[in-house]
């Protein structure tokens, strides 16, 4: 074969490889909707949560879930009261100790006859093909992939093949039973949003909700569901293993066995969570809660400007008067967003504002998209503070896990105070990705107590594990270390000079829409 016609094959070749890649158009799926709210009210939650609810008509009440021990023992013990519906959406499900554990209950509740609904995000599913397409065989349990990416063995491929769509992600976490108690929050399923780590631990806040808010959860769960960027898994994984779900129940097992694995499988069984929600004895705060939700369609970029869920918060918080508090680990305003927060300083309104130091980003990139406004903000009076990256050793120093959540190397809680009245808890981030790409979810909680649970703790909690930013004379950025004493630093902490050099040609480009 001549060099022309070897070339022209191996193009065909790879035109083929890139053409199949491509998902086939959505098959037919089967229809099904939230429990019936009758129903709900005859399981054991909602019988027992009947009465609270009747005492605050209008109202959902909230538990805030910052500890990352509770935050999973919550999860495992709603999968194990559930009765009737376990509905479960997240963005990332990792197979690890936690990812296992939880997977594992999940089968433990279809096999007591509970209807098992799964969405994730296809995204953040790597290396639990064999497991999902085995669960998607059980009878009571169904599972959906959100904008799947093809080929499986190699993933990646589908961002060359297919960019506008996969680069749009299900960021969206919930967790509801029988329709009647949800979380809602940062956290997505692994060892890092739990504590369960050595490496990256997460400063994470979830909420547990009960009320009406519970089915505005559940209905748009539903339209999730039933959205076009659905897929059943067995229509994307390759054929289930019949030995998969017995080995998944084995692993789990041995999980509960093992040093690693022990403090979180017993936690399910020591918490006083479940009892004392059960029991009408767990510390709810009763308020008026709206959920805002981006619409599915924008999965597909062809969700309405109504639709989403940056006009959505901005109508529920209202235009703040007196203060912002803001805390969100990819903090990157752009022009536009700077720009707000320093129109609202100027004009009296205290603006509070926490993201990750450079040294604690799981995302570096990032930090490019914020650094770039941090001198035009601070010069405005826009007080800026950045979590400091702990050591392992460190985590557990501070005296108690703050409201942001626990002591970790990382912030991960997307959380605003406005006015000390109303508070945002969720998965949108302070981004572009957020705002235009990703779909997010979260609760605006109209209340007074957390609102200023949350400001204060940037007068009491913050500045003992982030650093405080300041300007110099000469107009330098400078880092206020939360040691005591306190250690000024004049580079951006954890970096050297080549990150450094990179991070600022990095924050020169027209990047923001990437980030």
Partial sequence: MS????????GAAGAALLAGCALPPLPERTASRALDEGEALQTSLGRALAPQVSRHPGHSGTHLLSDPLDAFAARMLLAHQAERSLDVQYYIWRGDHTGTLL???????AER??????????GGTGGLDRELAALAQHPRIEVRLFNPLLPRWLKPLGYLTDFARVNRRMHNKSFTADNQASI?????????YFGATEGVVFADLDVLAVGPIVSEVSADFDRYWASASSWPAQDVLPAADPSTVPALAARAGALTQSDAGRAYAQAAQRTPFMTDLLNQRLALQWSRVDMVSDDPAKGLAQAQRSGLLVDQLHRALGVPQRSVALVSPYFVPTNAGAEALIRLQLRGVKVLILTNAYEASDVPLVHAGYARHRTALLQAGVALYEMQRLAPAARGSLVRPNRLGSSGSSLHAKVFAVDGQRAFVGSFNFDPRSALLNTELGFVIHSPELARQIEQTFDTEVPRSAYT????????????SAAEPPVLQRDEPGSTWWSRIMLGLLSLLPIDGLL
């Fill in 469 to 480: 930013l300041r300007l110099s004379e000469s107009g330098q950025i400078e880092w206020l």
């Fill in 3 to 10: 060099p022309l016609l070897r070339l022209l094959s191996l």
């Fill in 113 to 122: 006859g509970v209807r098992v609904r799964l969405l994730l995000d296809d």
């Fill in 103 to 109: 997977l594992h209950e999940l089968v433990r509740a």
């Fill in 184 to 192: 809602v929050g940062g956290r997505n399923v692994g060892d890092e």
